[in-house]
């Protein structure tokens, strides 16, 4: 079951003040990827597996883990292009370039993980054919870095995974990343969370300052992660041919789902849907019982 600890930014003015620090000293774009030394203008995706570099080593970096956007979602400074309509039906393709292949080694050297973890190693290597397809994940990634390193490690503990926003730290859980086709859906989920860091941010001062009620800071959390399902399902949507090609196609875990005639298709289509959702799921009533908790503490 997933828990919740309380941030500090939710009741310590000086720890948010910190926080908006150092978000604002990041910059506001990822940077260029490096020219491909590569002569071929795009080459087979199964064999780009074998052929890039390997990825960056990265040092463990599990400090601080407080949860706050748990897997599971007004769209405030959401761009509205992440948002377009994907085709479900979008013809196969077994082809990426150079460049995008040098594109996610940029963007994904702010990741920072074990890589003797080999189920988030390969949860990160599954993750790049989603990048390559998606340009809405691809957009995802590029706020991912413009905010700062991530750090990533998988939690027995936890049933499917959460973000804290404010350590950006991603905790996923052992059962999931048991399968490669969950691993890559909740690791892509929790990566568009701490893309909306801006927007959990929000949410957080405007609980400090006017002292919601349990049930309006659940609300507006799953208001908020509504923007990560969506953009999950899209991303899903653009880079489910790859995925197939791949073997860890599975529309469940991207909060999709396919329809008789074999196209994919969003399972929740309102924010209405994803909030009765996650009450039924018992996954509202988390955030009101952390938040709850908070405010006894403060009392």
Request: aromatic share 8%.
């Amino acid at each position: 079951m997933d828990f919740f600890q309380t941030s500090p930014a939710l009741y310590d003015p000086a720890a948010y003040a910190a926080f908006r620090h150092q978000t604002a000293a990041h910059g506001n774009s990822a940077g260029s990827p490096p020219e491909s030394p590569r002569g071929s203008s795009s080459f087979s995706a199964h064999a780009l597996r074998d052929a890039l570099p390997s990825l960056p080593r990265h040092a463990s970096d599990h400090h601080h883990e407080a949860p706050m956007a748990m897997a599971m979602a007004p769209a405030w400074g959401v761009p509205a292009t992440m948002y377009a309509s994907a085709a479900s039906h979008a013809a196969p393709s077994s082809t990426v370039t150079p460049h995008m292949a040098h594109a996610w080694l940029n963007v994904s050297s702010s990741l920072r993980y074990d890589t003797d973890d080999q189920r988030i190693t390969q949860a990160v290597q599954d993750l790049f054919f989603v990048f390559a397809h998606s340009p809405t994940f691809r957009q995802t990634m590029q706020a991912v870095q413009a905010g700062g390193p991530v750090s990533i490690r998988v939690d027995p503990e936890v049933a499917t995974g959460y973000c804290d926003t404010l350590q950006r730290a991603v905790v996923l859980g052992d059962i999931y990343m048991r399968s490669r086709s969950h691993a890559v859906a909740i690791l892509a989920f929790e990566l568009t969370n701490a893309s909306l860091a801006g927007a959990f941010a929000a949410h957080y001062e405007a609980a400090a300052r006017t002292r919601m009620t349990p049930s309006e800071f659940a609300e507006g959390m799953e208001r908020v992660e509504y923007n990560t399902i969506r953009a999950c399902q899209a991303s899903y949507l653009e880079a489910r041919a790859a995925l197939q090609e791949e073997g860890i196609d599975n529309p469940n875990p991207w909060n999709c789902r396919v329809t008789p005639d074999g196209r994919a298709q969003p399972a929740i289509t309102s924010e209405d849907d994803a909030l009765h959702s996650t009450q039924a799921s018992g996954h509202f009533g988390r955030y009101e019982q952390g938040y709850a908790g908070m405010l006894a503490r403060m009392r």
